[in-house]
């Protein structure tokens, strides 16, 4: 049987989830707070509707560079070339980010 390699995985976007560019490219994902814990707090608390998420600058690059369709291995190159040695350690910090993504909700990893 054939271990899986996580790098090889295509990350795909959250379809309903918003985002926003700024002038400098940084990313700002915005997550509605739904269920029902999060109206109460909403209403008890004055807790926002709506939470923003604003990502760094590398990982505004990724977010952009997520098309549903390249894999971890193919974006870390683009991230290597674009960032050089400051992405360094390149594939287990991107492995981590797109962990810390799917555990959110924020995208999907498919084959």
């Given at each position: 049987?054939?271990?899986?390699?996580?790098?090889?995985?295509?990350?795909?976007?959250?379809?309903?989830?918003?985002?926003?560019?700024?002038?400098?490219?940084?990313?700002?994902?915005?997550?509605?707070?739904?269920?029902?814990?999060?109206?109460?707090?909403?209403?008890?608390?004055?807790?926002?509707?709506?939470?923003?998420?604003?990502?760094?600058?590398?990982?505004?690059?990724?977010?952009?560079?997520?098309?549903?369709?390249?894999?971890?291995?193919?974006?870390?190159?683009?991230?290597?070339?674009?960032?050089?040695?400051?992405?360094?350690?390149?594939?287990?910090?991107?492995?981590?980010?797109?962990?810390?993504?799917?555990?959110?909700?924020?995208i999907n990893i498919k084959q």
């Amino acid at each position: 049987m054939k271990k899986e390699n996580f790098l090889e995985k295509i990350p795909c976007r959250n379809g309903s989830i918003n985002y926003t560019t700024n002038d400098k490219g940084i990313v700002t994902l915005e997550i509605e707070n739904k269920g029902i814990f999060n109206k109460i707090a909403q209403r008890l608390f004055k807790k926002p509707k709506i939470s923003y998420i604003h990502l760094d600058e590398m990982g505004s690059f990724i977010w952009l560079l997520i098309d549903n369709k390249t894999n971890i291995i193919a974006l870390g190159e683009r991230v290597k070339d674009h960032f050089g040695e400051d992405a360094e350690p390149l594939y287990p910090r991107l492995s981590k980010y797109f962990g810390i993504l799917e555990s959110y909700g924020f995208i999907n990893i498919k084959q």
